[in-house]
């Protein structure tokens, strides 16, 4: 099966350089890594662009989401089975990619996300924010899904490409730019009673405390994120059957 790892790089020229070199440093559980420029103006275009991987340059920032789509069409096109996702911001470690592709690549799942909060994870620095506003929205989500997640919100993920053939569900709907693609492919992920998801440890480092961790914003970017999930919940979309 073929993996693709997908990595979008928005204005991140302090902490890219080390995804860069911790990239080449490995033997990555991928077949391809594909870079999505998304709009960055402080010269982490320039580094995307000579990295020597697949890229893609968006003219401007829509979203995180929008990187997603974009980056998705890109694999469905080019016959990719996996596509996998990790931060340019350093918090994930290109080291641990075959912890989320693995059980995908093996049969055993067909979406796996990663948990900094499972036995072998680790959140080393993590802000007193997160410690305290992830297991808010654990909660919110087992309230909605009658499903218990110990990480919500962490996007190192990875999942069987040809769920987006069988989506009856616009998934390049352009509300789904900002926050809300993630979290609604995982509410319908979850709600299928038929896909096989799972989470599995990973780390998510953090800087010293008073550095920038983030460019979720206070209130607006988590109402981004909780949306998604209420949407998912109640629009009565979903997939198509494997059988079908």
């Not at 490409?161 to 979290?183: K, M």
Request: hydrophobic letters at 35%.
């Amino acid at each position: 099966m073929r993996t693709v790892l997908f990595i979008p790089v928005f204005n991140q020229i302090h902490e890219f350089p080390q995804v860069l070199q911790e990239l080449k440093a490995q033997q990555l559980a991928c077949d391809t890594v594909l870079l999505v420029n998304n709009g960055s103006n402080d010269g982490s275009e320039i580094l995307v662009r000579e990295s020597g991987y697949e890229y893609l340059d968006l003219p401007q920032n829509l979203g995180i989401g929008h990187s997603f789509i974009k980056a998705t069409e890109w694999a469905l096109e080019r016959g990719y089975d996996i596509f996998s996702v990790i931060a340019s911001n350093g918090k994930m470690l290109p080291s641990e990619l075959s912890r989320v592709v693995e059980p995908v690549a093996r049969g055993e799942a067909d979406y796996v996300t990663g948990s900094r909060f499972l036995s072998g994870g680790d959140s080393p620095n993590l802000p007193s924010f997160r410690k305290h506003s992830i297991p808010m929205v654990n909660k919110f989500v087992k309230a909605l899904y009658n499903t218990s997640l110990t990480d919500a919100t962490c996007g190192y993920k990875a999942y069987r490409l040809d769920l987006f053939r069988r989506a009856q569900f616009n998934w390049r709907a352009s509300w789904l730019n900002t926050y809300g693609f993630e979290y609604y492919l995982y509410g319908k992920i979850i709600l299928d009673g038929e896909i096989r998801y799972k989470e599995v440890p990973i780390t998510m480092r953090y800087p010293a405390k008073g550095k920038r961790y983030s460019k979720i914003k206070p209130f607006s970017g988590w109402y981004a994120m909780i949306k998604p999930w209420v949407i998912a919940r109640l629009d009565r979309k979903g997939f198509s059957s494997q059988q079908s």
